[in-house]
């Protein structure tokens, strides 16, 4: 899966990419580890608790655009009962070394940087566990990685990305038989190396899928954008960087107001945009000529699991014949198969009306919808522009 | 651009050609390898056991067809080289076999046909006529009994009489051949038989037996049905040369591997089901009426096999079916073993056990003995029931391995390699297949679910009853249809274990739909476009359920994958017995048709089969995980992928 990445076209384009978007913690990663090293130690970051039922994904998706949520009570709940998850770093911790190191840290740490998505941030801590690793055989070395990815994983169940990223992970670093025949230091090393390269190309994914997706965007065309997603946004920046002149439609995206914080930044690209509210999908989607989500999770149908509201949306644009774009990476491939909207670890996530409600009123806090294949186009992702049916291929050749 | 599930709006018509196997010109366009395919000029590679492996098991694509059926024309052949002129009239005898004429189904004198078929026969074999019947008149009586006895395959010696009284059977063609033997030198293209009256040409016959029967000290099974008035002889060309020893071997070899029919063979070809007829241990009946659309499928009478069979088994010639396999394929014909699983399981078991007492004779390699052997088992079971599509991937595995045995092996190492073999087949795909399925099927049951199932599946069962305890509070909806019922056994099991039933007839199935919340279903194969090969109903139970919104997951083991693409029921299904839906039993007061089973203008047809396309079914579960429907192609490649690197 990915030695096929379409990454070539980012060779192809590497004069039209700004250098000055990646962030400098990716520098950082190819230094040598002992800086690195130092810099987990004293990692101040408190851990957003799992214990009680706020969805961590869009908690860390909240910190990292800004918004202004109830997420705030929710966050300081979670520093004062922070003991929880550091019980399992310390088991982790004698597990795995006599050295103070812990995934949950690392990734945190990573996770801190706005620009980095969940997974890569996981896929960047559990290299580091690699590198910190004093294992001196390589089921040993297995063994630690599989549980600092357990703990990863068991750290937000919500996110489809962290597991399916560290899924995928595993299968990628272990997925070579050769381990037998060399000694424990070059296989480690080999670890390390295709621990880096992959970290590396998930991070490229979203260049590529921007220079994948922005020719299916054309002059004078109308774009409906749901929620906030990085990888969308970088399409439209890769779009309007080339001169494309489109208009955008952007939903408003309650609760989170996702939707107002990707206007802003649309605006500062001088791309001209306008607000909707959730409910006013149908009423516009004559004038849109595409639709374009991101997605939490791609599912083994073809399907994908996204904020809430891209079902419906995408049910009027089928209805209405308009395409559905989806941009996707591929770590976020997961091996689920939801039959129904029900069929998901629910996702919780609290909603402020900014009225009393009472107590006897139920209220949906579900953060996310599944949205069944027959109802996208295409899907963008690092291995190129694909079906929705060939997800299910890719997950095959990768898991069989 | 387009969705996945789309719903199917084709409406037009399909233009399709039920039961025709090849277009007319077929023959054609290839008679080259037909007519170069002579026993004589046969390649040995053609023995070899991986060519083997594939013909008699695989559906294979439409140009193996034409090797395939160049192989019954070498079937009544004696076992040895023949002179080109000898071959020539033997060839001649068989023409309608190789080439696909019309006519035969058209033409209703026999002169007419006759005249017809030395008209249109291709190229290279009239060129060859002329002279050649002189020549085997006179060689005939010399070379072909004179044959030592060991050299003598049974095909040989069978006489078999046909007792056909429609016109359309092209088995007059042996006339020309029985004047030649006669050693009267006619010209064979003449059309003599207007002339010879029906009292001359019984006695010629009788004569001819008389002299056969004399020569051949009677070693062989005479399958003779006389009786009808015009009967006509179709006698297996004894003409030989004397054989040199080796060849004898390749030649035995080369008639247990014609002895497997084509597993889809075409069964309004009369030809062939003759042929095919002659081959057989099973004595079969064909149903008086036949339904007409499915001509090209076995329509036997039932119940007229088994007490048949059974006579027989004490009776068998150890040569032909070990009894395990004898054993096995009696069950199949009673219906004791039903379930793609559980009759895969058995013939492999069978397999198993006539391996272990096997021994290769002398002088031959054991991979290919073997391989004509097992082939031989198939053409038997084939016999007894149309092998499932499971049983003949299971087939194609052992024969892989068995072609794929290192020849360095010695007999006992390789025998114990092949049932090691076998067994982790089983195991791995079958038993640990369902066991991965149930794993992935169970996270789909939820607390208050409302499961509905069709027919009696073991792997839905299995599912159910793991789910049940796991303490998943459910229920189940069990549809049923007649003929089998098969669900009452499911049903029975399922209740003894305590867990919550209602049992419903298909008819009630759209009512019953509504409070449903998922639809399990088994099935016999999947096909490369996901379409769902199952038991006849499923088709109807999944379009019902997508109707109402309910999603209908099919539990399948990815060894049941066919890379074939079927896009009705109709091309290839299995017909069962027409009885079983005419009649129903202690009820007397609705038994209307009891009297009128026999008119022919009632053709009662009894699917066992049907397809499901894949827009009906949300998931299939196999023991690669949760997939959906479009991703069956990928599988089977992964599959192929599996065994060519393991084999």
Known sequence: MWWRSASFILDRNDNLLQDDSVPKPESRLLSPPSSYMAETVHNPNSNPNPINKISAYYQTRAAHHGVVTSDWLAQAQAAVGRDQPSDSDTSLKSSASEKPFSVIEEFNNWRKQPDLAEAVAAIRALASVIRSSEANTIAELQSELKTASDSLKSWDTTSISLTAGCDLFMRYITRTSAFEYEDFNSAKSRFLERAEKFGEISYKARKIIAMLGQDFIFNGCTILVHGFSRVVLEILKTAAESRKVFRVLCTEGWPDRTGLRFANELAKLDVPVKLLIDSAVAYSMDEVDMVFVGADGVVESGGIINMMGTYQIALVAKTMDKPVYVAAESYKFARLYPLDQKDMVPAVRPIDFGVPIPSKVEVETSARDYTPPQYLTLLFTDLGVLTPSVVSDELIQLYL | ?647
């Open chain 2, 1 to 647: 651009m387009d969705p996945r599930r789309a719903p199917r709006t084709v409406i037009d018509p399909k233009v399709r050609q039920v039961g025709f196997f090849a277009p007319p010109d077929r023959s054609q366009s290839v008679p080259l390898p037909q007519s170069s395919n002579s026993p004589s000029s046969t390649p040995l590679s053609d023995l070899s056991p991986s060519g083997n492996s594939l013909s008699p098991v695989m559906i294979p694509p439409p140009r193996h067809l034409s090797d395939l059926s160049s192989l019954p024309i070498t079937a009544g052949l004696p076992p040895t080289r023949l002179s080109p002129p000898v071959h020539r009239f033997s060839g001649e005898s068989v023409v309608p076999i190789g080439s696909y004429n019309p006519s035969e189904f058209a033409s209703p004198s026999v002169g007419d046909l006759f005249e017809d078929k030395n008209a249109r026969s291709p190229g290279p074999r009239r060129s060859r006529g002329g002279g050649g019947s002189a020549k085997i008149a006179s060689s005939l009586p010399a070379g072909g009994f004179e044959l030592p006895p060991e050299v003598k395959p049974k095909s040989l010696t069978t006489v078999s009489v046909f007792s056909n009284l429609r016109p359309n059977v092209t088995e007059k063609l042996v006339e020309k051949s029985i004047e030649s033997q006669d050693g009267s030198g006619a010209n064979s293209k003449q059309p003599l038989k207007e002339k010879t009256s029906k009292a001359e040409r019984r006695a010629l016959q009788e004569a001819q037996r008389a002299a056969k029967a004399a020569a051949k000290g009677g070693n062989g099974v005479a399958n003779i049905k006389t009786g009808k008035s015009n009967s006509v002889q179709k006698k297996d060309n004894a003409s030989v040369a004397a054989p040199s020893e080796k060849r004898l071997g390749d030649h035995k070899d080369k008639d247990r591997k014609k002895d497997v029919p084509h597993p889809r063979m075409q069964f309004d070809d009369a030809t062939r089901v003759e042929k095919a007829k002659k081959r057989a241990i099973v004595k079969q009946t064909e149903v008086r009426n036949r339904v007409e659309l499915f001509r090209h499928l076995p329509q036997y009478e039932h119940g007229t096999k088994l007490p048949h069979l059974e006579y027989n088994f004490f009776s068998l010639n150890s040569n032909s079916v070990h009894p395990s396999v004898y054993k096995v394929g009696l069950r199949y014909l009673a219906g004791d073993i039903s379930g793609g699983n559980a009759r895969c399981i058995a013939m492999l078991q069978a397999f198993q056990e006539s391996i272990m007492e096997y021994s290769a004779p002398p002088e031959r390699a054991l991979n290919r003995d073997l391989t004509a052997k097992i082939n031989s088992y198939i053409s038997y079971l084939i016999e007894c029931r149309p092998l499932s599509i499971s049983m003949g991937n299971a087939i194609k595995f052992v024969k892989t391995r068995i072609a794929n045995l290192p020849l360095t092996l010695s007999e006992s190492e390789a025998k114990a390699n092949l049932l090691s073999e076998i067994n982790h087949f089983i195991n791995e795909k079958i038993i640990l297949a369902d066991k991965v399925i149930v794993r992935h099927a169970v996270t789909k049951v939820r607390d208050g679910d409302v499961l509905l199932t069709y027919g009696s599946s073991s792997a839905v069962e299995m599912i159910l009853l793991h789910a049940h305890e796991l303490g998943k509070q459910f229920r189940v909806v069990i549809v049923d249809s007649r003929p089998k019922l098969e669900g009452r056994l499911l049903l029975r099991r399922l209740v003894a274990k305590g867990v919550s039933c209602t049992y419903v007839h298909i008819n009630a199935t759209s009512y019953i739909m509504h409070e449903v919340t998922r639809v399990f279903l088994g099935a016999s194969s999947v096909l490369a476009n996901g379409t769902v090969y199952s038991r006849v109903g499923t088709a109807c139970v999944a379009m019902v359920a997508n109707a109402c919104g309910v999603p209908v997951i099919v539990c399948c083991e990815a060894y049941k994958f066919h890379e074939r693409v079927q896009l009705d029921s109709i091309c290839c299904n299995e017909l069962g017995d027409p009885d079983a839906i005419s009649k129903v039993h202690g009820q007397k007061e609705v038994n209307h048709l009891k009297d009128i089973a026999d008119n022919e203008n009632l053709q009662i047809l009894n699917l066992t089969y049907d397809v499901t396309p894949s827009d009906y079914v949300s998931m299939i579960i196999t023991d690669y995980g949760m997939i959906p429907p479009t991703s069956v192609p990928v599988i089977v490649r992964e599959l192929r992928k599996e065994q060519i690197w393991s084999g």
